[in-house]
């Protein structure tokens, strides 16, 4: 099981919260999943997108965070003041995780040549440079 730490914030909301970050934002048909009022929230703080989730919670996206951390203490009857959460240093709210953080939100593997799709799609292939490999052309034409 994860856990979210609140500290600093107030003595009613301060305490540790278990969670499941990887049911929450990773898998749509967990129990644990984000109602739409709660992805909203995540959207309004945060500005991320349904299908870019995992993404910026790995990314560290402070917002997103921030607004898992308002989810997960509204879940154990806990208000966490958004504007109390901005004014706080960013330790004031610590997801930490039962298993590896990437196994738990079901992070796609990637094979050798293949880059990870950043909006939930398929992956593509890249050069040794980095770079999207070129698709073959739609009318068979070459350059």
């Known amino acids: 099981m994860d856990t979210l730490t609140v500290e600093g914030i107030g003595k009613r909301a301060d305490g540790v919260y278990e969670c499941d970050i990887g049911g929450m934002i990773g898998d749509v ?10 992805a909203h929230l995540v959207k309004r703080m945060s500005g991320v997108r349904g299908n ?7 990314a560290g996206d402070t917002d997103m965070r921030m607004a898992l951390a308002i989810i997960v203490a509204a879940r154990h009857g806990k208000v966490l003041d958004e504007r109390a959460l901005r004014k706080a240093t960013i330790g004031a709210t610590m997801f930490a995780f039962g298993a590896d953080v990437e196994d738990a939100v079901d992070v796609p593997p990637t094979t050798e040549g ?5 909006d939930g799609g398929q992956r593509s292939s890249s ?15 070459h350059d």
């Not at 048909?29 to 709660?38: K, M, R």
């Not at 870019?52 to 790995?58: D, G």
């Not at 050069?127 to 034409?141: C, V």
């Open 29 to 38: 048909s967990s129990a644990e999943a984000l109602t739409n009022d709660e």
């Open 52 to 58: 870019e989730l995992i993404e910026a919670f790995l």
């Open 114 to 118: 293949e880059t990870p799709s950043t």
């Open 127 to 141: 050069n040794s440079a980095g770079l999207p490999a070129t698709d073959p052309s739609p009318t068979g034409a």
